[in-house]
């Protein structure tokens, strides 16, 4: 099956500081991949959807300067927290679409494992 | 706008019996997908099962299987013969244009021995 990583697993930073996190698709192409966030026992919010070689199109209610998205690659999404707060602190999930099917038609969305992040 | 609902927040079962967790959504949309997803604690997204709106044949996935009523807008999943490694938090699920998903709020599912 296809497989999406995250990068790091978990991270502690200081309040003030930016995060970097890292979604690859290991075995496919995904032109398009989607950030989650989900809070201590509640459901997966959709924060924004990243497309390869152009700009993500976020949520409303979020903040695109301060959740940078990049999509450089087909096989690769970041996702840069900016001047991190203890309110940032959160669980993000990546999940990633096969590219070869056009945007019309049903796509399965691969998850990554996700990444664990705290804000001192 | 999509909203998907999950009524139960917590559910529990005997192990090797029967349980069925609901799930109602709101659409204006005719064609779509549904799904059922499963997070253990390793909260690991893991696809359970999906649904194509437009199949009237509700899906089965050895032992999982939904109820799929498209007038009522209701998606329930069925666990039989439930396993302790069945224990997780479920999610179902609206996949809208463009391949996004909307989750419920979750059902805690909890079997025990």
């Known amino acids: 099956g296809a497989v999406v990583s995250q990068h790091p697993s978990r991270v502690i930073c200081k309040s003030g500081t930016s995060v970097k996190i890292e979604c690859r698709s290991l075995?496919?192409?995904?032109?398009?991949m989607f950030w989650y966030r989900q809070f201590p026992k509640q459901s997966l919010m959709l924060m924004a959807t990243s497309n390869e070689g152009s700009k993500a199109t976020y949520e409303q209610g979020v903040e695109k300067d301060k959740f940078l998205i990049n999509h450089a690659s087909l096989t690769l999404s970041t996702l840069t927290v900016t001047s991190a707060h203890p309110e940032d602190s959160s669980f993000y999930i990546c999940?990633?679409?096969?590219?070869?099917?056009?945007?019309?038609?049903?796509?399965?969305?691969?998850f990554g494992p996700g990444t664990r992040l705290t804000v001192l | 706008a999509q909203t998907v609902t999950q009524s139960q927040p917590e559910m529990s079962v005997q192990e090797a019996e029967t349980v069925t967790l609901s799930c109602t959504y709101d659409t204006s949309e005719s064609n779509y997908y549904l799904f059922w997803y499963k997070q253990p604690p390793s909260r690991q997204m893991i696809l359970v099962i999906r649904?194509?709106?437009?199949?009237?044949q509700n899906a089965t996935e050895n032992r999982f299987s939904v109820n799929f009523q498209k007038a009522a807008k209701s998606f329930s999943l069925k666990i039989s013969d439930s396993q302790l490694g069945d224990t997780a938090m479920y999610f179902c699920?609206?996949?809208?244009?463009?391949?996004?998903?909307?989750f419920g709020g979750g059902t805690r599912l909890m079997v025990k021995p």
């Open positions: 999940s990633a679409r096969d590219s070869w099917r056009d945007a019309s038609s049903y796509n399965e969305q691969f």
């Open positions: 699920a609206f996949m809208r244009a463009g391949n996004m998903l909307t």
């Open positions: 649904q194509e709106a437009y199949k009237q």
């Open positions: 075995d496919f192409q995904a032109t398009t």
